[in-house]
């Protein structure tokens, strides 16, 4: 299986966003997985070729590259898997369609869910909100590091905290447990995100 890096970047879905430009700043800068992650009103063929672009720059960088819930356009592009959520295929039926070699996250917000995960099949966990974010809508209460050790506590799988997360707050959450973070605004909202990338990496104690 691909390795599931410490430094998730997430493609910013957001309207009027480069996110080529912002993976190739951050995979320049060490960023070790990346997520595409695309509007939901964006078709599957924009997803794709979103998809295959991001791909190839990760292959040149030897980093792993997961899709967010369109498990479709993974297995189509040939990325190295996929993240999904509670609105997204159940995660027992995402490894079928995937397979054992696939790098399968899933959403887990409290530990009954990630037991649960990681029984039908989840390599590693996305866990959060760990502080809020303006970068996602409709999400609940920000669970705090104490949430995020309390999932860390129940599973031996990666736990990847995600949410509000900045470089300064990555050492509250590697504490209790968390293998690493997942970033859509620390990155892609700063001025240098190169600068930014190589700030979160420090903090994870990944220095290049
Ligand atoms: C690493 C990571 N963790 C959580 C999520 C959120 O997934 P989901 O709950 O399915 O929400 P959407 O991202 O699909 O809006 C994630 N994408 N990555
Ligand atoms: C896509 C997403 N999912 C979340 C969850 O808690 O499930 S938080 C989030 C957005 C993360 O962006 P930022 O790093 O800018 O806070
Ligand atoms: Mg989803």
Redesign the pocket.
């Known amino acids: 299986m691909p390795p599931i890096g410490r430094l998730h970047l997430?493609t910013d879905?957001r309207p009027g966003r480069d996110a080529l430009a912002v993976v190739a700043a951050a995979l320049a800068a060490g960023a070790d997985t990346v997520q595409v992650?695309v509007p939901d009103d964006a078709t599957d063929r924009e997803a794709y070729e979103l998809t295959v672009r991001i791909l190839a720059m990760c292959r040149d960088s030897g980093v792993t590259c997961l899709v967010?819930d369109r498990l479709h356009v993974a297995l189509a592009a040939g990325a190295d898997g996929a993240h999904v959520?509670a609105d997204d295929l159940p995660v027992a039926a995402a490894r079928r369609i995937l397979g054992a070699e696939a790098v399968l996250g899933a959403?887990a917000?409290d530990p009954q869910t990630a037991l649960r995960a990681v029984r039908d099949g989840a390599s590693y966990l996305?866990?959060?909100?760990?502080?809020a974010?303006?970068?996602?809508d409709g999400?609940?209460d920000p669970i705090g590091p104490a949430g995020i050790a309390a999932v860390a506590r129940a599973v031996a799988v990666p736990v990847i905290a995600?949410?509000?997360?900045t470089a300064t707050r990555v050492p509250d959450l590697t504490a209790v447990g968390a293998h690493g973070v997942?970033?859509?605004?620390?990155v892609?909202?700063a001025d240098d995100p190169a600068e930014a990338t190589v700030e979160l990496l420090q903090a994870l104690g990944e220095p290049r």
């Open positions: 997430i879905a992650r967010n959520g959403t917000r996305g866990v959060g909100p760990a502080f974010t303006r970068t996602k999400l609940p995600i949410g509000g997360i997942a970033v859509v605004g620390a892609c909202d």
